[in-house]
């Protein structure tokens, strides 16, 4: 049969195929060749899995000069007869009838030529990373849980909803801006008295990228009942963690008639139904994760989805930080904001497990979080996992318009630019909760990886931009 009129099998269904002895087409690009003068084995991956697919090319058929060109990361096609293989490490191989290299790689230019490459010298070559089991196991994973934060919402009964990226709004506080605008920065038009002339910018104001989507997904919940939002978001600070990124991707559920122990409830069970569908999903990419960087990976993620999260206030968290025998950089006081090492040693020393702290001090948390009873705690949650802190924030919200407009007032958000967020208060008000999962959080959470510049395709922080 000739190459044209078979169809091309991707390696993931060649691996797991029985019916065998049949010719097939395959193409993808070489891991490696090694082998004799008798026969050379071609190890091919075409980014379906993470395993590889054998191609052996007998000397008869496939003199080694002949080879030359099928080289580390070159891509080839490969036409030949899918066998049962008589090798360990793999079920079946392809016997070579034809070999077409489609794409050279000069072995002395390639860069991932050899393996063992740092991680960090992967982000330099962040257009060739994918092509590493690493990534390639990191990006599968990355794609299975963005699909099964959908699954999960549609099948609850949630409506997927676009926020803004430009935003006209600065007022949500959650951190530094990245400004947008179409002036020119050496000349911008300027005022009589000298400032810079916004009127003349491409919006006629002020603006910029959004820092989250949730006070436009309260508008959406107070009109559809369950919303989420799954998009990009941008942060100009200049945080230089393994648990930072510049631009980074945010899912905000906001449901109305939710209260607090609701968005818990719903923020547990969201989890688990995500760290669930990875395990399911996502098996032989975890095992490699698993078996070459983290050796309690799998064990950690099971343990996840098996217990139920701790639950406290931030005022028993306090009590407990402040009896822990260890010593913490940064002192802990009622009133003072959490810092990682606290958080991380109520999740991994004390309780061993996933923790969700409520009721913090409303100094410390947004104006919008609705202000309990005793008039100095606010409904806020943030959820704590093991190896990164947190994970999701989130509170109920302020409902009342007085009360609201007061804590705008002390903290001195300007009304007159969100008076459409009041007016939710003004008609119809009701209770309602959200809260903010950060994506890239929970992909190093399920993939055991170090570094949150590993995780998405092309990290921004701190004078990188690159690609
Ligand atoms: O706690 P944050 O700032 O909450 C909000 O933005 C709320 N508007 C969410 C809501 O209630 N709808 O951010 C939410 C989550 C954090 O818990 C963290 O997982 C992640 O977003 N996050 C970051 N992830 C990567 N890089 C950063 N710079 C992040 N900042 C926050
Ligand atoms: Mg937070």
Redesign the pocket.
Known sequence: MATETLRRSGIKELLVATNLDREVLVKGWVRTRRGNKYVQFIALNDGSTIHNLQVVASAELFPEENLKDVATGASVAVRGTLVASQGKGQTVEIQALEITVLGKADPEEYPLQKKGHSLEFLREIAHLRPRTNTFGAVLRVRHALAFAVHEYFNKNGFYYVHTPIITGSDAEG?GQMFRVTTLAPEHPPRTADGSVDFSEDFFGKPTNLTVSGQLEGEIAAMALGKIYTFGPTFRAENSNTARHLAEFWMIEPEMAFYELEDNMDLAEDFLKSLVRYALAHCADDLQFLNDQYDKELLVRLNSVVETEFQRLTYTEAVEILKTAKQKFEFPVGWGTDLQSEHERYLVEKHFKKPVILTDYPKEV?SFYMKLNEDGRTVRAM?VLFPGIG?I??GSQREEDYTKLITRMAEMHVPAEDLWWYLDLRKFGTAPHSGF?LGFERLVLFVTGMANIRDVIPFPRYPKNAAF
């Open positions: 959650a948390k943030d947190e999701i924030g903010g």
